[in-house]
């Protein structure tokens, strides 16, 4: 944007102002309402593409608010950000604001933010016309901007231009060949390198592709991962619990409860050697865990004496005429339970 394309959208309202109230000379006082002091820069020296600010305080009499333009826009500035402004009171209800416009040069050498015009009106007209709010010290520069004639007691103050020198990050070689830095708009603009921006979009998607295509079957193998088996202790010890928690043997079916623990039992065993599997009567079982438990391969399978009289007591009810109390069949049960809990994995 060029310097008069700042003031291009401000030209209504000059001619507005004008036409209103030429007696509101465009001064740095209106009628005693509005007055703007210390209007400096942060720095007078800069390197181009360094951030400077523009600071303006404005005291405002009672009852009146100021119109600020959003942003300073220039061929020699972008904009960094909307301005700011923080308000502090005064004696008489009158009140300061320190406004602060965020700029970035880029253009080397001797270079000046231009004027610009602010405006200041009757708050009651800002706020009835809904271009502010009850309080506010500023209002909204659009609103303002598109319906001037809504608040008629506007007066525009011009904000005189400031210079600054901004420096090379070039060096004599690159500025004799031509090479100068451009603005923002230039960068990420039109005017970029449209066949390495072209190139760098198909880099750009041909690395998305891959990444996704990657990720993809890193996700696919993540989730088709084989399940890890189940510890048999652990299996063998919920088992139990349920069966101690389903009650078979409190609603009077002690036999079936029995049958169930020992073919818990039975299939925690078999995961020792095949050989014990349900081809084995307990007898036999029990007679091959009491030999197998001293060998050096079966030392994590633990003393067998409270599991033998169980068993057989088992073998009793399974086969027999046996129906023993529901209590008793509970400690005979947790006897076992308690044994796999001694015994480890294989």
Same mark, same amino acid.
């Given at each position: 944007?060029?310097?008069?394309?700042?003031?291009?959208?401000?030209?209504?309202?000059?001619?507005?102002?004008?036409?209103?109230?030429?007696?509101?000379?465009?001064?740095?006082?209106?009628?005693?309402?509005?007055?703007?002091?210390? *209007?400096?820069?942060?720095?007078?020296?800069?390197?181009?593409?360094?951030?400077?600010?523009?600071?303006?305080?404005?005291?405002?009499?009672?009852?009146?608010?100021?119109?600020?333009?959003?942003?300073?826009? +220039?061929?020699?500035?972008?904009?960094?950000?909307?301005?700011?402004?923080?308000?502090?009171?005064?004696?008489?209800?009158? @009140?300061?604001?320190?406004?602060?416009?965020?700029?970035?040069?880029?253009?080397?050498?001797? *270079?000046?933010?231009?004027?610009?015009?602010?405006?200041?009106?009757?708050?009651? =007209?800002?706020?009835?016309?809904?271009?502010?709010?009850?309080?506010?010290?500023?209002? &909204?520069?659009?609103?303002? &901007?598109?319906?001037?004639?809504?608040?008629?007691?506007?007066?525009?103050?011009?904000?005189?231009?400031?210079?600054?020198?901004? +420096?090379?990050?070039?060096?004599?070689?690159?500025?004799?060949?031509?090479?100068?830095?451009?603005?923002?708009?230039?960068?990420?603009?039109?005017?970029?390198?449209?066949?390495?921006?072209?190139?760098?979009?198909?880099?750009?998607?041909?690395?998305?592709?891959?990444?996704? +295509?990657?990720?993809?079957?890193?996700?696919?193998?993540?989730?088709?991962?084989?399940?890890?088996?189940?510890?048999?202790?652990?299996?063998?010890?919920?088992?139990?619990?349920?069966?101690?928690?389903?009650?078979?043997?409190?609603?009077?079916?002690?036999?079936?409860?029995?049958?169930?623990?020992?073919? *818990?039992?039975? &299939?925690?065993?078999?995961?020792?050697?095949?050989?014990?599997?349900?081809?084995?009567?307990?007898?036999?079982?029990?007679?091959?865990?009491?030999?197998?438990?001293?060998?050096?391969?079966?030392?994590?399978?633990?003393?067998?004496?409270?599991?033998? =009289?169980?068993?057989?007591?088992?073998?009793? @009810?399974?086969?027999?005429?046996?129906?023993?109390?529901?209590?008793?069949?509970?400690?005979?049960?947790?006897? @076992?339970?308690?044994?796999?809990?001694?015994?480890?994995?294989?």
């Amino acid at each position: 944007m060029t310097r008069a394309g700042i003031l291009k959208p401000l030209f209504q309202l000059v001619i507005f102002t004008f036409a209103i109230g030429p007696a509101a000379a465009l001064t740095q006082e209106s009628r005693g309402t509005v007055s703007v002091s210390d *209007i400096t820069l942060s720095r007078d020296t800069v390197e181009i593409g360094d951030l400077i600010d523009l600071s303006l305080v404005i005291d405002l009499a009672p009852g009146t608010i100021v119109f600020l333009p959003d942003s300073l826009d +220039t061929s020699d500035f972008e904009s960094f950000g909307r301005v700011q402004w923080t308000a502090d009171s005064l004696a008489s209800d009158r @009140v300061r604001l320190a406004v602060t416009y965020p700029l970035i040069a880029f253009q080397v050498g001797r *270079i000046a933010v231009p004027e610009f015009p602010i405006f200041a009106a009757r708050k009651r =007209e800002a706020t009835n016309a809904q271009f502010a709010e009850e309080g506010d010290h500023v209002g &909204r520069w659009s609103s303002f &901007r598109n319906a001037p004639s809504e608040t008629p007691s506007a007066r525009m103050l011009m904000i005189p231009e400031q210079s600054l020198w901004v +420096t090379s990050i070039l060096d004599l070689e690159d500025a004799s060949n031509g090479v100068r830095p451009q603005p923002l708009a230039d960068v990420v603009g039109g005017a970029r390198h449209w066949p390495a921006t072209i190139l760098l979009v198909l880099f750009g998607t041909l690395f998305t592709w891959v990444l996704a +295509t990657s990720g993809n079957k890193l996700w696919e193998a993540y989730r088709n991962r084989p399940t890890p088996p189940v510890d048999p202790r652990l299996a063998a010890l919920d088992a139990f619990d349920a069966l101690l928690e389903e009650g078979l043997h409190r609603d009077g079916d002690v036999r079936g409860f029995y049958n169930r623990a020992s073919n *818990i039992t039975r &299939r925690f065993i078999e995961v020792f050697d095949q050989r014990w599997g349900p081809a084995h009567t307990s007898t036999e079982l029990m007679s091959d865990l009491e030999t197998a438990a001293v060998l050096p391969r079966f030392v994590k399978v633990a003393a067998v004496e409270n599991l033998t =009289e169980v068993m057989e007591h088992a073998e009793e @009810v399974k086969f027999g005429g046996a129906r023993p109390p529901a209590d008793e069949a509970e400690r005979d049960v947790s006897a @076992v339970r308690a044994w796999v809990e001694e015994t480890e994995s294989p």
